[in-house]
């Protein structure tokens, strides 16, 4: 197909995900305009704006901000933790404190840039304590990241520690036996580590050693899925 057409395709191919999207929160009807053809970027600032304010869950009564994700809408590569925590939820931003000071030294150090890739929580409002997330919240959130993913449409997404990795792939295996292995996440490949806070709590060269060779192999990947 020439560009024309391969634009085109993929505009309907955001408008049916994003279609998806709204049926998951309730929308019944809705006047359709151009801005539903906006692309990734225009996808992104719906969702956001349709999160403003959310009381979907518990999780509302104990938030200073929502922290919806930050990065390029055209990112190749997207990081999923589990949920912000003290740091985000002041600033608003994910990955902000010690531990998103360490998972920008990860990704430097094979070479990708903070800047290129997009990253979010499977939900978007702190925790308690920083405690996991629970099934409702979960639910709750569930139809943002989808809506996410469905416009970003990542190459690869990289799950940052056991919660979120157990989550996106609907299973109970512990990191340990998830990560050094990339994994079907529908059709996008998705490839488990540790959490940088994980990390933290744990600055022995073995957990050091393990998240290195993790990174080695999202590099191979993120390249492998952009053809490098």
């Not at 191919?13 to 998951?24: E, K, M, P, S, V």
């Not at 580590?193 to 060269?205: C, D, I, Q, S, V």
Request: glycine residues 12%; charged residues 25%.
């Amino acid at each position: 197909m020439g560009a024309p057409a391969d634009h085109l395709a993929e505009a309907f191919h955001g408008l049916a995900d994003h279609l998806r999207f709204l049926q998951a929160l309730g929308v019944k009807e809705l006047p359709l305009s151009r801005e539903y053809l906006a692309g990734p970027g225009g996808g992104l600032r719906r969702l956001e704006q349709a999160i403003e304010g959310c009381t979907r869950c518990k999780l509302c009564r104990g938030r200073r901000t929502i922290v919806f994700g930050s990065g390029p809408a055209e990112a190749g590569l997207m990081l999923i933790g589990e949920g912000p925590g003290e740091e985000e939820d002041r600033q608003g931003k994910p990955f902000v404190g010690r531990a998103g000071q360490l998972l920008t030294r990860m990704l430097e150090s094979v070479g990708i840039s903070r800047d290129e890739v997009y990253i979010t929580n499977i939900v978007k409002c702190r925790p308690p304590g920083n405690r996991n997330p629970e099934p409702d919240e979960i639910a709750a959130c569930a139809p943002f990241l989808d809506g996410q993913l469905a416009a970003i449409r990542p190459r690869i997404v990289c799950a940052l520690g056991t919660f979120a990795a157990q989550t996106l792939l609907r299973t109970r295996e512990p990191i340990g036996k998830l990560r050094g292995r990339v994994h079907a996440f529908g059709a996008i490949p998705l490839i488990p580590t540790f959490h940088p806070a994980f990390l933290l709590r744990n600055p022995g060269p073995q957990y050091r050693r393990l998240a290195w060779e993790d990174m080695k192999l999202l590099r191979r990947e993120y390249d492998r899925a952009r053809g490098g």
